[in-house]
């Protein structure tokens, strides 16, 4: 069974980091493009950011760029969000997926049940 497991929410004041890991099982994803997105309280689910299935390119949201790094261990099948200098409008459940393409990533194959990050003011 394949199963996407993200880890590492949780509450931190503004300014804070936290650091979310996904960790797949079931398969290897070694050559998947692998995303996160999130989903606020009352709002659509979107785009945070993604790494390439080599790990050579990532890509993120104009809203994250600059604060938010994604990189992926292929030894332990995980990837990392490592989140800096948060803003309370980064509060949201933040989902793992996984995909063989970066096009179709919005609808990718896998997804994880989200880990929740709350950051105060």
């Known amino acids: 069974q394949v199963q996407l497991v993200e880890s590492g929410g949780g509450l931190v004041q503004a300014g804070g980091s936290l650091r979310l890991s996904c960790t797949a099982s079931g398969r290897t994803f070694s050559t998947y493009v692998m995303g996160w997105f999130r989903q606020a309280p009352g709002k659509e689910r979107t785009f945070v950011g993604l790494i390439s299935g080599s790990g050579t390119s990532t890509t993120y949201a104009d809203s994250v760029k600059g604060r938010f790094t994604i990189s992926r261990s292929y030894a332990s099948n995980t990837v990392y969000l490592q989140m800096n200098s948060l803003k309370p409008e980064d509060t949201a459940v933040y989902y793992c997926?996984?995909?063989?393409?970066?096009?179709?990533?919005?609808?990718?194959?896998?997804w994880g049940q989200g880990t929740r990050v709350t950051v105060t003011p």
């Open positions: 997926a996984a995909n063989p393409t970066q096009v179709t990533m919005p609808r990718a194959d896998y």
